[in-house]
């Protein structure tokens, strides 16, 4: 069993950034890749990024370029900078742990957190 509890959530201003963790106990860390996904009120949970335990990245298309994931196996954390947030950004944002392939795909994830709040005001 892995427990995921995420953190970093808040309340910001458009173009502002935020840092988000996801400190990770339970079964082996650095093994398994780690995703980031997010749901916004109304609607599905869409992908966001993901890192192997090698360190190789993936991201969503909303997000490319604006965040960042990143892995401290020392530490069992996987961190998402956020940067040039917009209002659409606004969502809870969830990790998840267990996926070994298609990273990008909510359902081939087998552990979450509880998510935290992301809210980025005009």
């Known amino acids: 069993q892995v427990q995921l509890v995420e953190s970093g959530g808040g309340l910001v201003q458009a173009g502002g950034s935020l840092r988000l963790s996801c400190a990770a106990s339970?079964?082996?860390?650095?093994?398994?890749?780690m995703g980031w996904f997010r749901q916004a009120p109304g609607k599905e949970r869409d992908f966001v990024a993901a890192?192997?335990?090698?360190?190789?990245?993936y991201y969503g298309d909303a997000t490319k370029g604006r965040f960042t994931v990143s892995r401290d196996n020392s530490k069992n954390t996987v961190y998402l900078q956020m940067n040039s947030l917009k209002p659409e950004d606004t969502a809870v944002y969830y990790c998840?742990?267990?996926?070994?392939?298609?990273?990008?795909?909510?359902?081939?994830?087998?552990?979450w957190g509880q998510g935290t709040q992301v809210t980025v005001s005009s």
């Open positions: 998840a742990t267990g996926a070994s392939r298609r990273l990008w795909v909510l359902g081939e994830y087998a552990y």
């Open positions: 890192i192997t335990s090698v360190g190789n990245t």
């Open positions: 339970g079964r082996t860390f650095s093994s398994p890749a």
